[in-house]
């Protein structure tokens, strides 16, 4: 089982960026999607970025790929979301998540991942 810790979240202005972390812990695959989903009030879970902790290759939400950037330390069990000029829609809670499986081939849908984080809120103010 696998325990996942976000972190970083908060309240900032329009324009401003945020650092999230999500720490994992226990039983780790050699190879491991991991990745943020974020869910706004009223709204489906959606899948924001993701990283193939193997080979570190990665993909983002086309709705946000230009403001954000997805890592993982060197030991693989850290991945971190850097989100820039953040915008009022933004807004809401961000989910960390895992998969034993490369990223490939994953459809990037809630159901796909079965390790999931408490989950950190993201407000942006106008």
């Known amino acids: 089982q696998v325990t996942l810790v976000e972190s970083g979240g908060g309240s900032v202005q329009a324009g401003g960026s945020l650092r999230l972390s999500c720490v994992a812990s226990?039983?780790?695959?050699?190879?491991?999607?991991m990745g943020w989903f974020r869910q706004a009030p009223g709204k489906e879970r959606e899948g924001v970025a993701f990283?193939?902790?193997?080979?570190?290759?990665?993909d983002y939400a086309d709705s946000m790929k230009a403001q954000i950037s997805i890592s993982q330390d060197n030991l693989k069990s850290t991945v971190h979301l850097q989100m820039n000029s953040l915008k009022p829609e933004d807004t809401g809670t961000y989910y960390c998540?895992?998969?034993?499986?490369?990223?490939?081939?994953?459809?990037?849908?809630?159901?796909?991942?079965?390790?999931w984080g408490q989950g950190t809120q993201v407000t942006v103010s106008s």
């Open positions: 998540a895992e998969e034993h499986r490369k990223c490939y081939g994953i459809s990037f849908k809630p159901d796909e991942f079965t390790s």
């Open positions: 226990g039983w780790m695959s050699s190879r491991n999607c």
């Open positions: 990283i193939d902790t193997a080979t570190t290759k990665t």
